[in-house]
């Protein structure tokens, strides 16, 4: 079962038996948004000229990931801050969380909170896959691997501050130092570096309006 780094970052970032976030939502769909465009740079699709993402031609093969891709290669030059705010939404977690159900990784349970408003939850069937990533990244906070995708799920994980949740025992400044990604490419760094810094600011927004 073909996996994104964003669908392992969404089984993470939910609890495996009820199906509940284990941040805020907003957070997680910028995160999302962040995971997708560091594996198209992962993969060598993207790099950064003059400040902006841009699109190295050729397809990976996956539906979302070509779609994204293709989005940055239509649109005029945009930073990557700009795109991780464009792709983020809600709609695109929900399709993510579709294409689990189809791989039967989660199922989808339908509820009414207080009885009134529909709500959609989505319960892990594969507990293994959500693992399987905790401990690769637990695995690049030890310094026991070069585990670049590992790695773009710490750095996202970190900054929306999931670490003492799904890795209680690691402490934060040692995922901290980890999140950093200084072992990944530059393109990738600089994904990550916005997808954190769009986070940062959308927390800080919530905060103050809270």
């Given at each position: 079962m073909k996996v994104t780094i964003a669908e392992k970052f969404l089984l993470m970032s939910h609890r495996a038996n009820d199906g509940k976030p284990l941040c805020r939502v907003a957070e997680i769909d910028l995160a999302v948004a962040g995971a997708l465009l560091a594996e198209i740079a992962l993969s060598g699709h993207l790099r950064i000229e003059d400040g902006d993402l841009a699109a190295q031609r050729g397809w990976l093969g996956d539906g979302v990931?070509?779609?994204?891709?293709?989005?940055?290669?239509?649109?005029?030059?945009?930073?990557?801050?700009?795109?991780?705010r464009a792709i983020a939404s809600k709609a695109l977690r929900r399709r993510l969380f579709e294409r689990l159900v189809g791989n039967e990784a989660v199922r989808e349970v339908h509820s009414r909170f207080l009885g009134i408003f529909p709500s959609t939850r989505y319960l892990q069937r594969e507990p293994a896959l959500a693992h399987d990533a905790i401990e690769r990244a637990r695995g690049v906070v030890g310094g026991l691997r070069h585990d670049p995708e590992a790695t773009v799920l710490l750095a996202l994980a970190h900054e929306c501050r999931l670490e003492k949740k799904i890795m209680p025992d690691v402490h934060r400044r040692d995922a901290k130092r980890a999140a950093a990604a200084e072992s990944l490419d530059e393109t990738t760094r600089a994904v990550l570096l916005a997808a954190r810094k769009r986070i940062a600011a959308d927390r800080a927004a919530a905060h103050s309006t809270g």
């Open positions: 990931l070509d779609e994204v891709l293709r989005r940055v290669d239509q649109e005029r030059p945009r930073s990557a801050g700009w795109w991780v």
